[in-house]
């Protein structure tokens, strides 16, 4: 079955620095998600990608799904403290695009003023 | 708000007391979905329905659990003689599905259960 990887499992920047967060599979990706989660809260839709190679962005938040489409990176320039978080990327399991999405364990994010 | 609405938030049961969720999607999406997810895990996929056709069920998903969408607008997700391995967020999500492919896949805030 297929397995995300997210690395880091945390983070903690300085605010305004930029961070990446990773996601890596064992499989070919046919769509990748990402969301923020608050603790004990739902999942706030980030971005989705279904494309190798492609690029979306979104305020300060950059996401892309590498060409052979085994890999997504999530990029955040000058981070805020509104950016903490858990960041969970999730990947479609079949080529129709079901959305029954496995996910990674995801990144939790901690931003120090 | 026109997000996707879920009901209750929260609930804590008994052993062996049957429990139900509500999901309430965006309005027009035909896609619905039930995903459950444990304390540092992510979300786990159990059901989801086009229209009110459930497609498919996860092996996650027991006899004991039961989903229906009646009408293709709301979903409810049951829950029957609960068991504290039950205890987990029940999150509900939607989206458009046009041709081959699935839309942008917005989730609720969740229903959090508790088995006591």
């Known amino acids: 079955s297929q397995e995300l990887e997210q690395s880091p499992q945390s983070l903690i920047v300085q605010e305004g620095k930029n961070l990446t967060i990773n996601c890596t599979s064992s499989?070919?990706?046919?769509?990748l998600y990402w969301y923020k989660q608050k603790y004990g809260e739902g999942l706030i839709f980030l971005m989705m990608l279904q494309k190798g190679g492609e690029e979306k962005s979104h305020e300060k938040i950059t996401a892309k799904l590498d060409e052979k489409k085994q890999q997504s990176s999530l990029h955040i320039t000058a981070s805020q403290p509104s950016h903490a978080g858990i960041y969970l990327c999730?990947?479609?399991?079949?080529?129709?695009?079901?959305?029954?999405?496995?996910f990674g364990q995801g990144t939790r994010l901690t931003i120090n003023p | 708000d026109t997000g996707v609405s879920q009901d209750p938030r929260h609930k804590i049961t008994k052993r062996g007391q049957n429990v139900t969720f509500r999901c309430d999607p965006i309005s027009e999406h035909n896609r619905l979905y039930w995903y459950r997810q444990t304390l540092g895990q992510g979300p786990e996929f159990l059901t989801y329905f086009q229209n009110e056709a459930q497609l498919e069920k996860s092996r996650l998903l027991s006899d004991r659990f039961s989903a229906e969408r009646p009408k293709g607008s709301f979903s409810t997700l049951e829950i029957q003689r609960t068991e504290q391995g039950d205890s987990a967020m029940y999150l509900c999500?939607?989206?458009?599905?046009?041709?081959?492919?699935?839309?942008?896949?917005?989730f609720g805030e969740g229903s959090r259960l508790t088995v006591l």
């Open positions: 499989k070919t990706l046919y769509g």
């Open positions: 999500a939607s989206s458009l599905r046009t041709g081959g492919l699935g839309g942008e896949l917005f």
């Open positions: 999730g990947a479609d399991k079949e080529t129709q695009g079901a959305q029954k999405l496995v």
